[in-house]
């Protein structure tokens, strides 16, 4: 269960945040979780989730290690702030940051090469759904993405299945919708690493997952997670989401 804080909180929200919520987690073992916050929150989010089963990660990377590029932060860097993984590809950076499957590739690399976890998001828009193209547009970020890495890397990363039309719309996709789609991307994943690999790999459902609807997805069989942005903002609701 990972929860993206997109752009919201302060170091002392997010203090405030852990403090409410490990009580809260303390017992829930049967979970990997994760906290994404902004990078200026990192440091607080790490002192606050020390020693607690609460990962904490980055929205972003660059991937080049360091070099004169404003504004970035890389793998390394995240890394060495304490994050234990890192989401690539959110449709919000591939909408509005120009993030392509090529960058989303490099970026992953980068990423496992400096210890992170990688979480790496595909999924379709409304138009593509609408017209039916669902699949070949998994499939295209698939290839030209995740298809890139070696079977080594591929063990260590989470796909994130997120439809752009589900995400801060308050329309969830259907749990049958989301296990349809996670059942292409094990496809893909077969097609490409073999079944094992497919078996193995977790694959969340991003898209306004909610304390209320989290249960009926994660009864899917291939749904194993989710990628939450709004309801991981407040720690009650994030300790039902890890607690369904
Ligand atoms: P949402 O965001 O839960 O607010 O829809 C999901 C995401 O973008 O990861």
């Not at 590029?69 to 890389?74: A, D, K, L, P, V």
Request: hydrophobic share 45%; proline share 4%; net charge negative.
């Amino acid at each position: 269960m990972a929860g993206n804080w997109k752009m919201y909180k302060t170091p002392a929200e997010t203090k405030a945040f852990f403090e409410t919520l490990l009580p809260l987690v303390a017992q829930s073992t049967h979970a990997d979780m994760a906290i994404c916050p902004p990078f200026v929150d990192i440091a607080a989010a790490v002192e606050a989730a020390a020693g607690s089963r609460v990962a904490v990660g980055g929205q972003n990377c660059e991937y080049r290690k360091e070099g004169a590029y404003t504004g970035e932060i890389s793998a390394p860097m995240l890394k060495a702030a304490g994050c234990s993984c890192v989401i690539i590809g959110h449709s919000e950076r591939r909408q509005y940051y120009g993030e392509t499957d090529a960058t989303v590739l490099l970026k992953t690399k980068a990423a496992l090469e400096s210890g992170l976890q990688a979480i790496v998001c595909v999924g379709e828009l409304l138009a593509d759904r609408e017209a039916g193209k669902t699949n070949d547009v998994l499939t295209t970020q698939f290839d030209g993405g995740i298809a890139g890495l070696t079977p080594e890397e591929f063990a260590k990363i989470v796909i994130a299945y997120e439809p752009v039309w589900a995400i801060g719309t308050g329309k969830v996709a259907t749990p049958e919708i989301a296990e349809d789609a996670h059942k292409v991307i094990r496809g893909l994943v077969a097609g490409k690493f073999g079944a094992d690999a497919a078996d193995k790999v977790r694959i969340l459902y991003g898209g306004s997952v909610k304390p209320n609807n989290v249960k009926g997805l994660m009864e899917q069989p291939d749904i194993d997670g989710a990628l939450v942005g709004g309801a991981a903002l407040e720690a009650v609701s994030f300790s039902q989401l890890v607690n369904f």
